[in-house]
């Protein structure tokens, strides 16, 4: 096909012209945009009582001003909203229920996210431990530290440093996992790559031969 | 253009799908054991088009190529993509398996119809001028039926249809004339070079 594009080029230039316009818009948008095209996505996690989204265009497009809708295990909405510019939307935890979270980009393109009950009661817990158990502990020592400082104290101590310091490694796991998460969400949100393209070339070439084998196979019946 | 998992209603996606298969069974039933390899090569194209993507505002909006399928192959453009759009919703997770069927009838209905209008114009004896005009066209007004089936399967799911097909369509201006600048040169070079590829329009 190359030969008789050059053959062309040698002997009418002018009328080749069309054609060399063509090439250069093909090779201007394979180059211009690495593999990428429409497909939508949402990813979402839990930081604590709010739960994180980010929406994306495959290809690594931010999906901008998109509605978001939250539904429950029941699917009752819970509440929506649209992303900001960096495609990113966030909620507090409305319910401690499984979630669906649904983006709806407009124009037939749809992405579904699920967080699971489980998953919530553990983000969730962990926030009411902090809220309810420390303030009883401290009530506590203190009214131990009057009535009996031997005996009970360091038992309560313990448990005093063991909340603090659970709460403190939950914090700095949080912050040091948030670009992992990030990450993740790329990874997740990330377009086709060549091995999918050659697959499905190869996919192509394979149902041609099988048709070929049965066309084949016919007529020398 | 690839409309995703549960957007659609299933009314419409039950009969996108059998609309789609009396579009392939037609498709296979004109096919001829030499043109496999052809349909083999076009779907191929057809499946790799998608990577190609305009960036049009916020959003990006990718080749089609169906106009020139159709150009090329008529009815037998249902099969090729069909075939197409299948490997890119298992591989790429475009559209979806479900709405297979009304993705398949989106894109390839248009192609059949383009090619049925336009036939005469790209004739053995047209005119030069003609015949790239009209494949322009093709490619043109293939993408631009597309956008409006889109916006029709989007209006019988309950969005407003001027506005979604609106923006479909209006998304799709770029890749339209790009669509018919590549269609038009596509044609008039194996016209030149192959032109017992288009022999199928002369029939």
Known sequence: MFKNIIHLKMHEIKKSRLWHMVCLIFIFFLYASPVSAHRATIFAWIDGDTVHTQSKFSGGRKAVGAQVEVYDANGHKLLSGKTDNNGDFSFKLPKKTALKIVLQAGSGHHAEWKISAEEIEEASGKKAFYEEKNPKVAVNSSQTAETDPIEESPKKIVTLEYNELKKMIDESLDKKLAPIIKTLADIYNRGPDIRDIIGGIGYIIGLVGIALYVANRRNKN | MHISEGVLSPAILIGGTVLTTAGVAIGLKKLDQDEIPLIGILSAAFFVASLIHVPVGPASVHL????????????????????????????????????????????????????????????????????????????????????????????????????????????????????????????????????????????
């Open chain 2, 64 to 203: 089609v190529l169906n106009g020139l399928l159709g150009l090329i192959l008529g009815w037998k453009a249902f099969p090729a993509i069909l075939v197409g759009l299948a490997l890119q919703a298992l591989l790429f997770q475009y559209g979806g398996i479900t709405t297979l069927g009304v993705n398949t009838l989106n894109m390839a209905l248009p192609a059949v119809i383009c090619y049925y209008i336009f036939r005469q114009g790209l004739g053995k004896n047209a005119k030069r001028s003609v015949f790239a005009l009209s494949a322009f066209f093709v490619g043109f007004l293939a993408v631009f039926f597309s956008g409006i089936l889109v916006g029709f399967s989007l209006y019988f799911t309950g969005e407003a249809f001027l506005p979604a097909a609106k923006i479909v369509v209006l998304a799709h201006v770029p890749v339209m004339l790009i669509e018919g600048i590549l269609t038009s040169a596509c044609a008039l070079f194996l016209r030149k070079v192959r032109p017992e590829l288009l022999e199928g329009i002369y029939v």
